[in-house]
């Protein structure tokens, strides 16, 4: 299963596909799915994405 890496204006990074997430220490947590991880920096829940993005009026724009 191809696993697709989506780079949203002014947004998160949205993950989609079967993958594992790894921590500094190596730990794996599975996915399969979909999932939102912060690129602007502010979540209260890291590395998810929690919306705050809105809020703070985050602005980035990046093109592959
Ligand atoms: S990108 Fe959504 S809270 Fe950071």
Redesign the pocket.
């Known amino acids: 299963m191809t696993v697709e890496i989506r780079i949203q204006d002014d947004?998160?990074l949205d993950i989609s596909g079967k993958f594992d997430v790894l921590d500094e220490d190596g730990n794996a947590y599975p996915h399969h799915g979909k999932l939102r991880l912060?690129?602007?920096?502010?979540?209260k829940t890291k590395p998810y994405?929690?919306?705050?993005?809105v809020e703070i009026n985050?602005e980035s724009k990046v093109r592959a």
Do not use: E, I, K, P
Request: hydrophobic fraction near 15%; proline fraction near 0%.
């Open positions: 947004d998160c912060c690129r602007c920096g502010a979540s994405c929690d919306d705050t993005h985050f």
